[in-house]
């Protein structure tokens, strides 16, 4: 690992439906925090025409805490002309070591969704 992903959050997405990057997906990150656990928003990103957009977390920024990454499905379904069963997608994940770069792919399409712990 490089220096320069050590300690960064990312993602990406793909659509299954066309096998193509899902670009456009408007998709934002939260952490647990407080004595009472509230989700705080931290970040809002669009992917690209890749599916990538840059790092939801900086290197250096995570923190050890549990975190949503948010995906806006609906709405990325309904521009491309379908309707999705999944209004959002969440996935919760915690961060256990800081210093690790964490990457959580996302494959979508109108029907279903994978996620898994990328490298």
């Known amino acids: 690992m490089s220096e320069s992903t050590a300690g960064s959050v990312t993602t990406h997405v793909l659509n299954t ?3 193509r990057p899902a670009a ?3 998709l934002r990150l939260a952490q647990l925090q407080g004595p ?13 025409k890749d ?3 840059l790092p939801l ?5 995570a923190k050890a805490s549990t975190y949503k990454l948010r995906f806006e499905t609906a ?10 069963f999944y209004p959002y997608v969440e996935v919760v994940f915690t961060i256990v070591d800081p210093a690790q770069k964490l ?8 029907y279903s969704y994978t996620t898994y712990r990328g490298s």
């Open 17 to 19: 439906l066309t096998g």
């Open 24 to 26: 456009g997906l408007a």
């Open 36 to 48: 009472e656990p509230q989700w705080v928003e931290l970040t809002q990103r669009v992917t690209d």
């Open 51 to 53: 599916g990538r957009c």
């Open 57 to 61: 977390l900086a290197p250096g920024q």
């Open 75 to 84: 709405a990325y379904w309904k521009e491309l002309g379908h309707s999705s």
């Open 103 to 110: 990457h959580v792919p996302l494959l979508i399409s109108p």
